[in-house]
């Protein structure tokens, strides 16, 4: 199973207008970069200084007797094309799916079988791509819990995220409920002028709400803010040397 996507289980309109091309540049509340020369950085020192600041990052954890319900992801980072990039999915479009369609992590739902919830995020992450993370990739640490919600209300659903970084480029097969696989460059999250915010109706009322648009695909809601703190990360001070 796969997690929800985004922050809101309400259709929400799919146009992402960028910054660069609005009046709002100056407060994007996008983290801006801490690294002048994160651009020319090798990569892999990059992949050094994130794995600093996860170890020495404390993520907001919620309470165990306040999830009622819990759910992991698989954030999977991997070096292609002189950046980070990390691991999106194109959920397939179901009529069933309350987020048919959506940007997401590979992930899902705590079994009776799962002993942990990073056991479930490998779990979930082999089903829905036959990505095996024990294998194929070093686990870096976890983010922050994030809860989704339903029409502006909290589900009482807990997502726990955990990164990881590929070994290689393995080769992926999508499940059922998978249309694509997208792997977005931290660089282009980095770079404020791709930024933008989008209309969401939630009981007549608009809310302005940040996005990003990669290849047409439409980054927001719960994602965004998993991938915010990701990129936030990277931009530690901390993990300079």
């Known amino acids: 199973m796969t997690t929800p996507g985004i ?13 660069a091309h609005s009046a709002h540049t100056k407060d994007s ?9 994160w651009v020319t950085m090798p990569v892999e020192e990059r992949l050094r200084r994130l794995r600093t600041a996860l170890a020495e990052s404390t993520p907001r954890i919620i309470a165990d ?6 759910a992991a992801v698989a954030v999977a980072l991997r070096a292609g094309g002189g950046d980070i990039e990390v691991l999106l999915i194109h959920r397939a479009d179901r009529t069933s799916d309350p987020w048919s369609g ?28 036959a990505l095996d993370l024990g294998h ?11 809860t989704p919600r339903g029409h502006g209300r909290r589900l009482g659903l807990v997502i726990e995220p955990f990164v990881f970084v590929l070994h290689g480029d393995p080769v992926l097969h999508l499940g059922e409920e998978v249309q694509r696989v997208v792997w977005v460059p931290l660089q282009f999250l980095r770079d404020r002028r791709n ?6 109706w939630r009981a007549l009322v608009p809310v302005r709400l940040p996005c990003y648009r990669y290849q047409g695909h439409l980054i927001w809601g719960l994602t965004l803010r998993i991938l915010d703190e990701i990129v936030e990360l990277s931009a530690d001070e901390r993990s300079t040397p």
């Open 65 to 70: 007797h306040r999830k009622r319900v819990v």
């Open 195 to 200: 930024r933008g915010y989008m209309w969401y």
């Open 136 to 146: 194929e990739a070093a686990y870096l640490g976890r983010l922050s819990d994030a």
């Open 102 to 129: 959506h940007m997401a992590f590979p992930g899902g739902r705590l079994e009776p079988g799962d002993e942990s919830p990073l056991q479930a995020a490998v779990r979930e992450t082999g089903e829905e791509i």
């Open 29 to 37: 509340g996008f983290p801006r970069s801490r690294y002048p020369s």
């Open 7 to 19: 922050g809101y289980t309400q259709s929400a309109g799919r146009g992402c207008e960028t910054f």
